[in-house]
Structures are given as structure tokens and as C-alpha cells.
């Protein structure tokens, strides 16, 4: 069964300030494109980490070894 992507929904979510993305609201091309560069993308990060744009995996550990 073909499923339709659910971009507008997405977007409602979407905690990534970076407006000019391609892939914002396109959640599998967003996730793929991080991960290709050991990253992680914007909404696992809480807002004042996600808004430096350091998306790397060092600062995911840094921000949630510190809680
Ligand atoms: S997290 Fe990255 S890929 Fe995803 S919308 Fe934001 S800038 Fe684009």
C-alpha cells in the first residue's frame, strides 16, 4: 500500500530554525542527510542547542549528559 508523505503535517513539528532547507517537512531525506554526516537532525535537540546548528553527535551527548 503506497502512503503520501505528510509534509504540511510535518512542518507544524518541525523545531528546525534553518527556514532556507530543501528537506525541511521531508523528514527521511532530513534524518538521512545528518546521519550521512554523523549528525543528527534539528528536533533532537532542545531550542537553544538546535539554534547554534551544531547537529553533531558530540553535542547530542554533551546537551544530554549535562540533565
Ligand atoms: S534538521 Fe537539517 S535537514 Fe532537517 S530541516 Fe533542519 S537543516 Fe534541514
New binding site residues.
Given amino acids: 500500500m503506497a502512503r503520501h508523505c505528510t509534509v504540511e503535517h510535518n512542518l507544524e513539528h ?1 523545531p ?3 527556514d532556507p ?7 527521511c ?3 538521512a ?2 546521519l550521512k554526516m554523523d ?1 543528527l ?3 533532537a535537540f532542545p531550542p537553544e542547542v ?1 539554534s547554534t ?1 551544531d ?1 553533531s553527535f558530540r553535542r547530542f551527548i554533551q546537551t544530554y549528559s549535562k540533565r
Avoid: F
Avoid at 21 to 27: D, E, L
Fill in positions: 518541525c528546525c530554525t534553518y532547507c530543501p528537506r525541511k517537512g521531508i523528514c531525506e532530513c534524518i542527510y545528518h549528525q537532525p534539528a528536533c538546535e546548528y547537529r
